[in-house]
């Protein structure tokens, strides 16, 4: 599926016409038509993506995870989230470094689905 077939199924679902979808991004008149033949740039890919609410890998087929960047974000708070897991944050009485922590959080997300 090249990007534009993509940016046109998504923007179905989402119940916007290409023309509305580029009057929101705030493109120029048809831009996103010309994506048939044309490469957008990276600019207006990611005003797209944005109004779309998906990343703008998945726009360009890298993945199919609609959100896959926002995925990698870290916590704001590091130790709030190690806090979930209580007293698993040292072992052996001995506090766990800034690496162990990062990899115990790595872990946390995936069993915690976060």
Same mark, same amino acid.
């Given at each position: ?20 979808? *580029?009057? +929101? ?16 740039? /990276? ?19 890298? /993945?199919?995870?609609?959100?896959? *960047?926002? #995925?990698? #974000?870290?916590?704001?708070? +590091? ?36």
């Amino acid at each position: 599926m090249t990007t534009f077939e993509r940016i046109k199924e998504i923007s179905k679902n989402k119940g916007y016409s290409l023309s509305k979808l *580029n009057d +929101l991004a705030g493109l120029g008149t048809n831009s996103i038509y010309h994506w048939r033949d044309k490469t957008p740039s /990276t600019d207006s890919l990611k005003k797209v993506a944005d109004v779309l609410g998906v990343s703008v890998d998945y726009l360009l087929g890298n /993945t199919d995870d609609m959100h896959a *960047n926002k #995925d990698k #974000d870290m916590p704001v708070d +590091l130790e709030e989230t190690l806090s979930k897991l209580g007293p698993s944050v040292s072992f052996g009485g001995k506090e766990l470094t800034d690496d162990q922590k990062l990899k115990l959080y790595e872990m946390a997300k995936l069993m915690f689905g976060d």
